[in-house]
């Protein structure tokens, strides 16, 4: 089946530094890919989706200069969270769309990661 | 706005007790819609979606148009049944998803 790998799966940074987290489609190429973010005990909450070689489109409320999206490849989207602060800490996981074995577009989701800010 | 409503957050039964994991959705043209489960410690994953009419894992959902329902079902509960379950729409291929608030599934034995 289709696998969507993300890393790193967990981090602890310093207020105010940076942080990438990259989302890999590891056996299918994905033409887009979202990332959500998840508080504990609640749902699924869309950021952003990106699209291969084309800007995201940010979700309203989100801060697209504080969460960096770059899609470069059909494998490959990274989310930075810039200047990170504790409120920013969080589950953030991303998922990819598209075709996998032939069967029909879905979305396949990551294991997510866990980002604390001290 | 796409609105999925999942009034309940939990839902505790006993092994072999039939479930119903309610969904309603606002209505906006031709949704898909899904139910995704996310079992403990592990990653979302698609449980089953509307346009396949399939039974996974003995759980079925039927799409209501005129009550703007997509109930997700199963008539005998197991203890492996036991996982966060998300009711989601979809505009069209390839778009956002838009989830519910879930609903925790405890099967007790």
């Known amino acids: 089946g289709a696998v969507v790998s993300q890393h790193p799966s967990w981090v602890i940074c310093k207020s105010g530094t940076s942080v990438k987290i990259e989302c890999r489609s590891l056996?299918?190429?994905?033409?887009?890919m979202f990332w959500y973010r998840q508080f504990p005990k609640q749902s699924l909450m869309l950021m952003a989706t990106?699209?291969?070689?084309?800007?995201?489109?940010?979700e309203q409320g989100v801060e697209k200069d504080k969460f960096l999206i770059n899609h470069a490849s059909l494998t490959l989207s990274t989310l930075t969270v810039t200047s990170a602060h504790p409120e920013d800490s969080s589950f953030y996981i991303c998922?990819?769309?598209?075709?996998?074995?032939?069967?029909?577009?879905?979305?396949?989701f990551g294991p997510g990661t866990r980002l604390l800010v001290l | 706005a796409q609105r999925v409503t999942q009034p309940e957050k939990l839902l505790s039964v006993f092994k072999g007790a039939p479930v119903e994991l309610k969904c309603n959705y606002s209505?906006?043209?031709?949704?898909?819609l899904f139910w995704y489960v996310q079992y403990s410690r592990q990653r979302l994953q698609l449980l089953l979606r509307?346009?396949s009419r399939e039974s996974i894992k003995g759980f079925t959902a039927d799409l209501n148009k005129g009550e703007t329902s997509f109930h997700l079902k199963k008539p005998f509960a197991q203890e492996e049944d036991s996982a966060m379950y998300y009711c989601?729409?979809?505009?069209?291929?390839?778009?956002?998803?838009?989830f519910g608030k879930g609903i925790t599934l405890s099967v007790r034995p």
């Open positions: 998922s990819a769309g598209g075709l996998a074995g032939g069967r029909e577009e879905t979305q396949y």
């Open positions: 056996d299918f190429q994905a033409t887009t």
């Open positions: 990106s699209n291969e070689g084309s800007k995201a489109t940010y």
């Open positions: 209505y906006s043209g031709s949704p898909e």
């Open positions: 509307h346009i």
């Open positions: 989601a729409r979809q505009a069209g291929a390839n778009s956002k998803l838009t």
